[in-house]
């Protein structure tokens, strides 16, 4: 099994700056890259920032030059560090675990629960 666990949303006003962290854990060989996505309420869900294992970035366009993503992949973790915040931030932020091969020789994408990021004009 293998679990995903975001931490690190909260309420913050505009301009301000929030630090998520997305642990992956369990019977994990390897995993392809991870990110963080996003669903605001009456929207689809969207990319927000993603990194693969070799290090390759890729934001969206709305957020190049506010966030920045990272990880470690000795620890299988994730962190998206968010400046400049703005209202139309505001969305439940998911993390993502992509190409997930677990020692059963299984091969899955996993997502965590989700937390909210709120962003106050």
């Known amino acids: 099994q293998v679990q995903v666990v975001e931490s690190g949303g909260g309420l913050v006003q505009a301009g301000g700056s929030l630090r998520l962290s997305c642990a992956a854990s369990g019977s994990i060989l390897s995993i392809n890259g991870m990110g963080w996505y996003r669903q605001a309420p009456g929207k689809q869900r969207e990319l927000v920032a993603a990194?693969?294992?070799?290090?390759?970035?890729n934001y969206a366009d709305s957020v190049k030059g506010r966030f920045t993503v990272s990880g470690d992949n000795a620890k299988n973790t994730v962190f998206l560090q968010m400046n400049s915040l703005k209202p139309e931030d505001t969305a439940v932020y998911y993390c993502?675990?992509?190409?997930?091969?677990?020692?059963?020789?299984?091969?899955?994408?996993?997502w965590g629960q989700g937390t909210q990021v709120t962003v106050s004009s």
């Open positions: 993502n675990a992509a190409g997930v091969v677990t020692t059963s020789g299984i091969w899955n994408n996993y």
């Open positions: 990194i693969t294992s070799g290090g390759s970035l």
